[in-house]
């Protein structure tokens, strides 16, 4: 066992991986549950093809509870919503060869969260695409509350601000907030209430993703949890929505004070 007290996760990966003495690194997280062939099937692609580099593993939510069936259907893509060639994958089920990682730069030391997208897009710019596993699955437990999903959103947008990432995204958020739904609500006044429509329209195309991977969870909850898993799923997304908007900019701030980053998306 190697401890580094006060290491973040990236010193804590790259602690790890440079105490490795094998050729392929398998990530995973701590408290995720593995599917018993995981590692198997992570690293079956490097014997099909010597070539390969980086793998992408896939992850589910394991739920225990009505909110967290709603906050996974909510927050994490299911199979269908990945394209191999442009997914970027979390390192909680990832494999890469170490010579990639020591090319790469390894985990940025300097950055808490979403440091695995950094270096997702290092390996990116020499090993394009990524090998994709699917069936290669670390099962975790969504957040189990609205104040643990905050602080989780909160955080990751900090990292968005600190590493220059996601502009456009923040930018539709903030404008979608700030500027499209007062603004509806003032044209409603100005010219007909029938503009309200437009909040019904928006919130439709809103949820409808994560009402679609809801659907099939909804088959083995009580007529009770089914009630409240769909009306979660909207006060979710706005609460993440919020932590983001919250965060970004601290990041930024962080980002400015600290070392220039060059955008990234």
Same mark, same amino acid.
């Given at each position: 066992v190697i401890e580094r007290p006060g290491a973040n996760i990236s010193q804590g990966r790259n602690a790890a991986i440079e105490a490795a003495s094998g050729d392929i690194i398998a990530s995973t997280d701590a408290g995720v549950r593995l599917d018993p062939h995981w590692l198997g099937v992570l690293v079956a692609p490097f014997g099909r093809e010597p070539q390969t580099r980086v793998v992408s593993g896939f992850f589910a939510p394991a739920p225990q509870t009505a909110f967290e069936v709603a906050m996974g259907a909510t927050v994490l893509p299911g199979r269908r919503d990945i394209r191999p060639e442009t997914f970027l994958p979390s390192s909680r089920s990832l494999a890469f060869r170490k010579e990639a990682w020591k090319e790469a730069g390894g985990?940025?030391?300097?950055? !808490?969260?979403?440091?695995?997208?950094? %270096? !997702? #897009?290092?390996?990116?710019? &020499?090993?394009?695409? =990524?090998? =994709?596993?699917? !069936?290669?699955?670390?099962? %975790?437990?969504?957040? $189990? *509350? +609205?104040? *643990? #999903? =905050?602080?989780?959103?909160?955080?990751?947008?900090? $990292? !968005? $601000? &600190?590493?220059? +990432?996601?502009? &456009?995204?923040?930018?539709?958020?903030?404008?979608?907030? +700030?500027?499209?739904?007062? $603004?509806?609500?003032? +044209?409603?006044?100005?010219? *007909?209430?029938?503009l309200l429509l437009l909040y019904l329209a928006g919130a439709a195309v809103y949820t409808r993703t994560p009402y679609r991977r809801l659907r099939p969870r909804l088959r083995e909850m009580t007529p009770g949890d089914k009630l409240k898993a769909m009306a979660l799923v909207p006060v979710i997304r706005v609460v993440g929505d919020v932590a983001k908007m919250i965060g970004y900019p601290v990041g930024v701030a962080w980002r400015i004070r600290q070392r220039p980053i060059r955008p990234r998306r």
């Open positions: 985990y940025p030391e300097w950055l !808490d969260y979403c440091e695995d997208l950094i %270096f !997702d #897009f290092a390996l990116l710019e &020499k090993y394009r695409p =990524f090998a =994709f596993a699917p !069936d290669a699955i670390a099962y %975790f437990r969504p957040r $189990g *509350s +609205l104040r *643990s #999903f =905050f602080q989780q959103y909160y955080r990751y947008a900090r $990292g !968005d $601000g &600190k590493a220059n +990432l996601w502009i &456009k995204r923040h930018v539709i958020r903030y404008a979608t907030y +700030l500027v499209a739904v007062p $603004g509806i609500a003032a +044209l409603s006044v100005v010219i *007909s209430p029938w």
